[in-house]
């Protein structure tokens, strides 16, 4: 069955980075473009970032933007998160979700940015 | 950006009941858009895609209708594991956007 795990969440300090992964399993991966999704302790859902089954295309939202990068290896059936320059504000529970309908979510990882 | 909105923010409602959320989006978004149910402490799992069609496996009491702008969620007899948060986001345009949320609670 459809499988994604997220992976790579963790205390840090402001400023700092992190890099979060996504395994994938039950599907072809390569076929599929990738979402990542988070959301803050008590609020609403908010969309990050997505990037192609091959890699071409990316999107970030306003907020993550020359901050974070999104990049998979298909090889490896994972798609990840590198982000940088985290604020308090990014303090979140991070999901990976499938597809453009993002119909299969990982546990979620929780990232928490606190000196 | 393409803003969405949704209402009520929350609700309370018996076993039993017919439940209508909706949802609006500040430009036509044709049918593309998703309702997702979120447990506390879970995953949002997809409940409707492409607006009124209904994911594998779940339950046919849910119901979703609409195109353009404006769309809803219906639960035709609420049941005790539907008591959520329920989201709808547009993937029309980028960035996609979620609309913040309607709690379902027990009345």
């Known amino acids: 069955q459809v499988q994604v795990v997220e992976s790579g969440g963790g205390l840090v300090k402001p400023g700092g980075s992190l890099r979060l992964s996504c395994t994938a399993s039950g599907f072809k991966f390569s076929d599929y473009y990738m979402n990542w999704i988070r959301q803050a302790p008590g609020k609403g859902l908010e969309w990050l970032s997505y990037?192609?089954?091959?890699?071409?295309?990316?999107h970030y939202a306003e907020s993550v933007k020359g901050r974070f990068t999104i990049s998979r290896d298909n090889s490896k059936f994972s798609v990840f998160l590198q982000m940088n320059n985290l604020t308090a504000g990014d303090t979140a529970v991070y999901y990976c979700a499938r597809g453009n309908s993002l119909d299969s979510w990982g546990q979620g990882t929780l990232v928490t940015v606190s000196s | 950006d393409i803003q969405m909105t949704q209402s009520p923010s929350s609700l309370s409602a018996s076993v039993g009941d017919r439940v209508t959320i909706t949802c609006r989006a500040s430009q036509g978004i044709r049918n593309e858009l998703g309702w997702y149910q979120q447990k506390p402490g879970k995953a949002p799992k997809l409940l409707i895609y492409?607006?009124?069609s209904l994911q594998s496996g779940v339950p046919s009491r849910f119901s979703g209708s609409g195109s353009g702008t404006e769309f809803t969620l219906t639960i035709s007899s609420l049941q005790p594991e539907d008591f959520a948060t329920y989201y709808c986001l547009q993937h029309h345009s980028y960035p996609f956007t979620f609309g913040p949320g309607t709690k379902v609670d027990i009345k």
């Open positions: 492409a607006a009124s």
């Open positions: 990037i192609s089954g091959s890699s071409r295309y990316t």
